[in-house]
């Protein structure tokens, strides 16, 4: 089950399943399909796996020291003494957050200690305890679960009483950077607890009640895509001592080692869009649906879109093998628009970045997208209102009465795009704050775009098109 798809209601909006059927359905409407779609792929759940996994003392020891200080640190968590814990805090340099390429240090955003990975060295082995193993089912789709996922240890964080870090997304810093994995060791403290918010959602995971409640001695973890926004909560007393991996996608194994297995996610979208796809009265002439996806994607200047396709995460992923299934044509598009609104973006299938600092202004970007092949995008609703009622079921893609600066593409939004800054506080701007400094790689908005067939060739797909 990927991350995405845990808590998915029993109750969706009607959908009949339409997998093989030939002929238009008269039982369901078209908006009932496209409402069951949505319903399958909305943001209701975060996309995170916490808990406690029982792990000794013996596996856990940690050495710490500068290099040429002469002195190498051994702490073991049997439990560590407060001496111990309050030792390796001090020994901690104050941790900085990124703006853009800036290392910022701001005690009012962030304030901790951080070690940095060439500083420590930890008997803990999220491959070798089998943790990682235990998160790869949450982290991966069902058609991916035996991928292989690289671990990269970033750093060890000490939050003493007062210590917290404000909402951010994690700085990604490659194409195949995916999620983060916290892993809380059982030192004693109170609150320090972990807040993610994804689309509507939000969820608290109380990292140190876990571990205090927990029948066996044990550590706590977090995984998560790491373009969802999350924060510490203020450490109360105490500390917590965390170690921080960023998770990277491995290659697909040539073979699969398993069969496959459908989630549930992946059954009721199925299901939904065949019925959608087969309704008479859903762009009987066919046309483009887009399908802004739920999550941010790292692109750097030059990425490919189309590259993502082996890197998009839970219900992104999910969407993707669907339409694989459903033999549509899909491409993956990024969006740059004006302004906070997506009324007047333009849909490449390139990427730029510094934007900023390489356009002057609105108008010379724009004149840069048209120039590589940027398409101007008109949106439409899916269904609009009048074409149930009036049989067509589309309206014509029409230039007339229109003015384009260049090239339109006409896109009926299944789901909307998601703005790569939007965050429940509205006082911040977290756009660009991660946890490291860096711009080589951003998050970017990205949209699945479907050419759907016209109905004749949805309905039989080996019929040659005739005009
Ligand atoms: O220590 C934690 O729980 C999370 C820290 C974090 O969000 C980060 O290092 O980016
Ligand atoms: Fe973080």
Same mark, same amino acid.
């Given at each position: 089950?990927?991350?995405?798809?845990? /808590?998915?209601?029993?109750?969706?909006?009607?959908?009949?399943?339409?997998?093989?059927?030939?002929?238009?359905?008269?039982?369901?409407?078209?908006?009932?399909?496209?409402?069951?779609?949505?319903?399958?792929?909305?943001?209701?759940?975060?996309?995170?796996?916490?808990?406690?996994?029982?792990?000794?003392?013996?596996?856990?020891?940690?050495?710490?020291? $500068?290099?040429?200080?002469?002195?190498?640190?051994?702490?073991?968590?049997?439990?560590?003494?407060?001496?111990?814990?309050?030792?390796?805090?001090?020994?901690?340099?104050?941790?900085?957050?990124?703006?853009?390429?800036?290392?910022?240090?701001?005690?009012?955003?962030?304030?901790?200690?951080?070690?940095?990975?060439?500083?420590?060295?930890?008997?803990?082995?999220?491959?070798?305890?089998?943790?990682?193993?235990?998160?790869?089912?949450?982290?991966?789709?069902?058609?991916?679960?035996?991928?292989?996922?690289?671990? %990269?240890?970033?750093?060890?964080?000490?939050?003493?009483?007062?210590?917290?870090?404000?909402? *951010?997304?994690?700085?990604?810093?490659?194409?195949?950077?995916?999620?983060?994995?916290?892993?809380?060791?059982?030192?004693?403290?109170?609150?320090?607890?972990?807040?993610?918010?994804?689309?509507?959602? %939000?969820?608290?995971?109380?990292?140190?009640?876990?571990?205090?409640?927990?029948?066996?001695?044990?550590?706590?973890?977090?995984?998560?895509?790491?373009?969802?926004? *999350?924060?510490?909560?203020?450490?109360?007393?105490? *500390?917590?001592?965390?170690?921080?991996? /960023?998770?990277?996608?491995?290659?697909? !194994?040539?073979? !699969?080692?398993?069969?496959?297995?459908?989630?549930?996610?992946?059954?009721?979208?199925?299901?939904?869009?065949?019925?959608?796809?087969?309704?008479?009265?859903?762009?009987?002439?066919?046309?483009?649906?887009?399908?802004?996806?739920?999550?941010?994607?790292?692109?750097?200047?030059?990425?490919?879109?189309?590259?993502? $396709?082996?890197?998009?995460?839970?219900?992104?992923?999910?969407?993707? *093998?669907?339409?694989?299934?459903?033999?549509?044509?899909?491409?993956?598009?990024?969006?740059?628009?004006?302004? #906070?609104?997506?009324?007047?973006?333009?849909?490449?299938?390139?990427?730029?970045?510094?934007?900023? +600092?390489?356009?002057?202004?609105?108008?010379?970007?724009?004149?840069?997208?048209?120039?590589?092949?940027?398409?101007?995008?008109?949106?439409?609703?899916?269904?609009?209102?009048?074409?149930?009622?009036?049989?067509?079921?589309?309206?014509?893609?029409?230039?007339?009465?229109?003015?384009?600066?260049?090239?339109?593409?006409?896109?009926?939004?299944?789901? !909307?795009?998601?703005?790569?800054?939007?965050?429940?506080?509205?006082?911040?701007?977290?756009?660009?704050?991660?946890?490291?400094?860096?711009? +080589? #790689?951003?998050?970017?908005?990205?949209?699945?775009?479907?050419?759907?067939?016209?109905?004749?060739?949805?309905?039989?797909?080996?019929?040659?098109? %005739?005009?």
């Amino acid at each position: 089950m990927s991350l995405d798809e845990q /808590n998915i209601p029993s109750e969706a909006p009607h959908a009949a399943p339409m997998e093989g059927s030939t002929s238009p359905s008269d039982k369901v409407s078209a908006k009932e399909s496209l409402e069951a779609v949505r319903h399958a792929l909305k943001r209701r759940s975060i996309p995170c796996s916490s808990g406690v996994f029982p792990l000794g003392a013996e596996d856990l020891t940690l050495f710490y020291g $500068k290099k040429n200080a002469g002195t190498t640190h051994r702490v073991d968590f049997d439990p560590a003494t407060d001496k111990e814990i309050e030792a390796l805090a001090k020994a901690c340099e104050p941790a900085s957050f990124g703006r853009n390429n800036e290392a910022i240090l701001d005690e009012t955003y962030r304030k901790a200690g951080k070690m940095d990975a060439t500083d420590f060295c930890t008997k803990f082995d999220p491959v070798s305890c089998r943790l990682l193993d235990t998160l790869r089912e949450a982290l991966l789709e069902g058609h991916d679960a035996d991928r292989s996922i690289r671990a %990269e240890l970033y750093k060890l964080n000490v939050y003493g009483p007062g210590s917290f870090f404000k909402p *951010h997304k994690d700085t990604p810093r490659a194409g195949n950077m995916f999620a983060t994995l916290v892993v809380v060791l059982p030192t004693p403290h109170k609150g320090g607890a972990l807040a993610f918010r994804h689309g509507d959602s %939000e969820y608290i995971f109380d990292s140190a009640a876990a571990i205090a409640d927990a029948s066996e001695p044990s550590i706590a973890f977090a995984a998560f895509y790491s373009d969802v926004e *999350h924060e510490v909560t203020p450490v109360e007393n105490g *500390h917590r001592v965390t170690l921080t991996y /960023n998770l990277y996608f491995g290659a697909r !194994p040539k073979v !699969p080692f398993t069969v496959p297995m459908a989630g549930a996610l992946e059954t009721s979208l199925k299901a939904s869009m065949s019925s959608l796809l087969s309704n008479a009265t859903f762009l009987p002439r066919g046309g483009y649906i887009g399908f802004g996806l739920s999550h941010l994607y790292p692109v750097s200047e030059g990425y490919r879109p189309e590259e993502l $396709k082996d890197f998009l995460k839970g219900s992104d992923a999910v969407l993707l *093998h669907v339409c694989d299934e459903l033999s549509l044509d899909v491409n993956i598009k990024v969006a740059y628009k004006n302004g #906070w609104e997506f009324k007047d973006a333009i849909l490449c299938d390139f990427t730029l970045n510094s934007i900023d +600092e390489l356009y002057d202004g609105i108008q010379s970007l724009r004149e840069e997208l048209q120039r590589r092949g940027g398409k101007q995008l008109v949106s439409k609703p899916a269904i609009a209102d009048s074409d149930e009622a009036a049989g067509s079921g589309d309206d014509e893609d029409s230039e007339e009465d229109c003015d384009f600066d260049f090239p339109p593409i006409f896109v009926r939004w299944v789901t !909307p795009l998601v703005d790569p800054c939007e965050t429940k506080d509205e006082t911040m701007f977290v756009g660009n704050m991660g946890n490291e400094p860096g711009k +080589e #790689w951003m998050y970017s908005s990205m949209c699945l775009l479907v050419d759907v067939p016209k109905l004749s060739e949805r309905l039989d797909p080996d019929a040659e098109a %005739e005009d």
